[in-house]
Structures are given as C-alpha cells and as structure tokens.
C-alpha cells in the first residue's frame, strides 16, 4: 500500500506543469508563441544571454484583424517598440490610420485593456 502511495504521489509530482499564458495561447497556427515561434524564442534567448530577459515585455493584440507582437523593452521610451507578425516581419505602425492607432494602442498598449502578456512568463 505505501508504494502504491509513494507511486501516486510521484505521478501527481511529475504530471503538475506550471501553465503560463503563452503556453495555454494558440495563435499564429502554433500552441505557446514563445517556444514555438522560431523568430521569438530566438529573440528571447538573445536577451537572455545578454541578461536583458527581464527587460522585456511581449502582448499579443490584433491590428486590422492580423495577430501582432509588440515587442516592447521596459527601458526605451515606447516610440521605438517594435511590432512583428506571425512571420517575424516588422508592421509598420506608421500606415496606421490615427483612429487604428488610437485602437492600437487601446487594445495593444493599454494598462487595463491590453491583450495577453505573454512574456515575461508569470
């Protein structure tokens, strides 16, 4: 009976994973963006060997109906975050309309009204 019990306890251990907001997030055509989005995970260990890894912050959010990154490092002042599709392309934010950008920035950007965080992974 205690190894049954010791053998439960371990399977229970073992089968809990943490769930972060990138891993339970099916976007692009692949499940978790950030291990499974060849330009991203690449991005992300750059900075992790740079030691930046905590400097940046990455939200999903719709432009025109196109699934974006902003890809935003915590230290820069906000005009110079950059915005990649699906396909790790840059989306140039200057084509926006001002009404598209003021629902970028809401839906994107915004405090209490943006889309997920996918990294830093909480």
């Given at each position: 009976m205690r190894k049954l019990l010791l053998l439960c306890s371990l399977a229970l251990i073992f089968s809990c994973k943490d769930k972060t907001v990138s891993s339970t997030l099916n976007v692009c055509g692949v499940k978790d963006p950030v291990r499974n989005l060849p330009w991203l995970r690449a991005k992300i260990d750059s900075l992790k060997t740079q030691k930046q890894e905590?400097?940046?912050m990455v939200t999903v959010g719709k432009i025109k109906d196109e699934v974006v990154f902003d890809y935003t490092m915590t230290y820069m002042s906000c005009y110079v975050c950059v915005v990649y599709r699906c396909d790790g392309t840059r989306f140039d934010l200057s084509k926006l309309s001002q009404e598209e950008?003021?629902?970028?920035?809401r839906t994107v950007r915004?405090?209490?009204t943006r889309g997920p965080v996918i990294w830093p992974e909480k």
């Amino acid at each position: 009976m205690r190894k049954l019990l010791l053998l439960c306890s371990l399977a229970l251990i073992f089968s809990c994973k943490d769930k972060t907001v990138s891993s339970t997030l099916n976007v692009c055509g692949v499940k978790d963006p950030v291990r499974n989005l060849p330009w991203l995970r690449a991005k992300i260990d750059s900075l992790k060997t740079q030691k930046q890894e905590e400097m940046l912050m990455v939200t999903v959010g719709k432009i025109k109906d196109e699934v974006v990154f902003d890809y935003t490092m915590t230290y820069m002042s906000c005009y110079v975050c950059v915005v990649y599709r699906c396909d790790g392309t840059r989306f140039d934010l200057s084509k926006l309309s001002q009404e598209e950008m003021k629902e970028f920035t809401r839906t994107v950007r915004g405090e209490d009204t943006r889309g997920p965080v996918i990294w830093p992974e909480k």
